[in-house]
């Protein structure tokens, strides 16, 4: 992990992390947790358990917020404040809906990005006062539908919750090894063509063991460079660097 500058304006630094970075901290931080709150690992993780992950972490978590008024789309928000824990908000309608647990369990955990990633640095980065003595009484990060998992690299703060989101939910050494069971039974070396029968069997197999959407599982082994959307590419299987 580097820093760089932050050209969204939001810090004046801003953490630039490899994706096998982000992968071995969330997988790291998700087994020390697990082994703690059950004495193993458990998946899919309950979603009770991503809950009090966040707690730790965050000053108030309000399940049963009404989040109308920052936009229709609008299912999870981060704040930031000065000397404190952050606040999180979940949309109520995701709470209240049994149907919709899925996208509970991913709007949980692309918070949780914000509150063990992003807020350490808001808290760095305002400890002492502009210019002018002044320093920002909180800031806000609404979270829509459609950045949770997939969101553009464009907006970093985003990408990286939507990143952490899926390697919490899936982490990556588990994942690998359902795709390397699936690699074989297709006879590749490379990642599987997204439209191939084993690939659409392996997505049915990560929505199965780790409660997620097959929008989130697609998602997340398309980042793994398990799933080409063309042909296919380098060995997947071949040691990490």
């Excluded at 020390?32 to 000053?59: C, H, M, N, S, Y």
């Excluded at 908000?89 to 949780?112: A, C, G, Q, V, Y």
């Excluded at 998602?219 to 042909?231: C, D, F, H, Q």
Aim: glycine share 6%.
């Amino acid at each position: 992990m580097k820093y760089i500058r932050d050209t969204t304006g939001r810090l004046s630094q801003r953490p630039h992390f490899e994706p096998i970075e982000l992968d071995r901290e969330c997988e790291r931080i998700v087994f020390e947790f697990l082994k703690q709150r059950f004495g193993q690992l458990r998946f899919p993780i309950p979603t009770d358990a991503l809950e009090v992950l966040i707690e730790k972490d965050a000053q108030d978590l309000d399940m049963y917020a009404d989040l109308s008024d920052r936009g229709p789309d609008v299912e999870g928000v981060t704040e930031f404040i000065p000397d404190q824990k952050p606040r999180v908000k979940i949309s109520k309608r995701l709470s209240e809906d049994p149907r919709l647990e899925n996208r509970l369990r991913t709007t949980l955990t692309h918070e949780f990005g914000h509150v063990k990633f992003h807020a350490p640095l808001w808290q760095a980065d305002t400890a002492t006062a502009d210019m002018f003595g002044k320093r920002p009484e909180h800031m806000p990060i609404s979270c829509k539908r459609e950045n949770i998992v997939g969101a553009s690299e464009y907006d970093w703060m985003e990408w990286q919750a939507g990143y952490v989101c899926g390697a919490v939910l899936m982490p990556h050494t588990r994942v690998k090894a359902l795709a390397k069971e699936a690699i074989g039974r297709a006879g590749q070396q490379g990642p599987l063509g997204l439209a191939s029968t084993e690939a659409i069997e392996l997505i049915a197999q990560v929505v199965e063991a780790f409660k997620v959407s097959s929008d989130a599982a697609r998602v997340r082994l398309i980042k793994l460079k398990v799933l080409a959307e063309r042909g296919a590419g380098a060995d997947l299987l071949a040691p990490e660097r």
